[in-house]
């Protein structure tokens, strides 16, 4: 098993208790928080809040749960079982972990005027359950189409927590304590099903048969 992806996990483990101590014991990061929040609201429009509001809606529980048992079926079809069991553990897990970190973490920090936050509010579960499908459709492709899913898919998730933000549900850090437990989870589970590993000098070279006359 490759122990770098478990490397990569622990130091996003390590990385979202530091994000959530510091926002919740500094102040300055608190404001911070809150002014990044509250400018991005202010960019509200009829429009953008329409479209934050569909994009966002994909990963409700109902329509998420339907992408994934899709994408988890799709990997097994294709013959990538150890892949597809992985990648859907690796959601199941993520949403698990944020579900159980909200109550157990919840803590009341300033809100924008007029809009209350709850304090059960970090990790995003939005943002868990976007990233965390990026990465599982990124686990069970083959290599050679993961670059351009990678970079279509980045794209779609930038607009998406950013509509997390825009319609003010929440904070920045939320997103990030979201980013960070969906992409230690899937680096989990990148390290169970080999997908990451390349190919050995062994597995490269062409076997050589003894010359025959």
Known sequence: MDRRPLAFAAACAGLATAVYVVVVHVALVQRLDLHVLEDAMRHRTEQRT?????????????????????????????????????????????????????????????????????????????????VSLLLAFVIVLPPRLRPPVAVLGGGIAALALGSIVLLGFHYPSDVLGGV??????????????????????????PRSHPATG
């Open 180 to 205: 960070l437990v969906a992409s230690g989870w899937s680096a989990v589970a990148l390290a169970v099903s080999g997908s990451g590993r390349a190919p050995t000098a062994a597995r490269r070279r």
């Open 50 to 130: 329409t479209v934050a509001s569909d994009l966002v809606g994909l990963f409700d529980p109902a329509p998420f749960a339907v992408i994934t048992a899709s994408l988890v079926a799709g990997a097994l079809l294709a013959g990538r079982v150890r892949a597809g069991f992985a990648a859907g553990g690796a959601m199941l897990a993520a949403a698990v972990t944020t579900q159980l970190l909200k109550p157990a973490l919840a803590v009341q920090r300033p809100y924008p005027a007029d809009h209350y936050m709850p304090a059960a509010s970090w990790p995003s579960g939005h943002t868990t359950a976007i």
